[in-house]
T-cell receptor, first 112, second 116 residues
Framework: NAGVTQTPKFQVLKTGQSMTLQCAQD?????MYWYRQDPGMGLRLIYY???????DKGEVPNGYNVSRLNKREFSLRLESAAPSQTSVYFC???????????FGNGTRLTVT | QKEVEQDPGPLSVPEGAIVSLNCTYS??????FMWYRQYSRKGPELLMY????GNKEDGRFTAQVDKSSKYISLFIRDSQPSDSATYLC????????????????FGKGTLLTVNP
């Protein structure tokens, strides 16, 4: 039982490049989330998917897109990376609104 | 006023000390209260999960919620060097939030170091 798995663990991009961060969970959870964590800012919600087939914006969605590929997988895409998107990205999931979130170990992204 | 306030520390204590970590909040709709522990270069992991007011104990950890004061605490007894981490409080209205949005609000975390 791996929980929430994120790939890649590390990535360096040049400004303007694109990439997709992958997330998969094996807990049969309905809802999945993407957060970014920056020093002094805490965890901020980028996008979430309450259930398969739905996605919604969080606090800081600009510059990102998401795809809920199936119940297990939720990807985050940066179309044209900017230095302001340098951050640690966490994927999380849970069964429903009354249950706690389970997090992956993050993707550390640097945009130069 | 921010929705959730948490002293960022850092907090440094000797091994064996009792540690008290706290968060205050302003939204009276919050019903579910969580504490997450985050080791360096890892994702947050759930430590304690409580509903409404009261205490919950799990080994050396005790979580307290005082909804009347909008104040939550995490106590760590007999602290160990392995407890050195950042501790994040989090809270939500759960099913009482209304609508289809789920909103989990995090504190910014307190960095704890337990010295041998």
């Amino acid at each position: 039982n791996a929980g929430v798995t994120q790939t890649p663990k590390f990535q360096v991009l040049k400004t303007g490049q694109s990439m997709t961060l992958q997330c998969a969970q094996d807990m049969n959870h309905n809802s999945m989330y993407w957060y970014r964590q920056d020093p002094g800012m805490g965890l901020r919600l980028i996008y979430y998917s309450a259930s398969e087939g739905t996605t919604d914006k969080g606090e800081v969605p600009n510059g990102y897109n998401v795809s809920r590929l199936n119940k297990r997988e939720f990807s985050l895409r940066l179309e044209s990376a900017a230095p302001s998107q340098t951050s640690v990205y966490f994927c999380a999931s849970h069964r429903d609104r009354d249950s706690p979130l389970h997090f992956g170990n993050g993707t550390r992204l640097t945009v130069t | 006023q921010k929705e959730v306030e948490q002293d960022p520390g850092p907090l440094s204590v000797p091994e064996g000390a009792i540690v008290s970590l706290n968060c205050t909040y302003s939204n009276s709709a919050f019903q579910y209260f969580m504490w997450y522990r985050q080791y360096s270069r890892k994702g947050p992991e759930l430590l304690m999960y409580t509903y409404s007011s009261g205490n919950k104990e799990d080994g050396r950890f005790t979580a307290q919620v005082d909804k009347s004061s909008k104040y939550i605490s995490l106590f760590i007894r007999d602290s160990q060097p392995s407890d050195s981490a950042t501790y994040l409080c989090a809270m939500s209205g759960g099913a009482y939030s209304g609508g289809s949005n789920y909103k989990l609000t995090f504190g910014k975390g307190t960095l704890l170091t337990v010295n041998p």
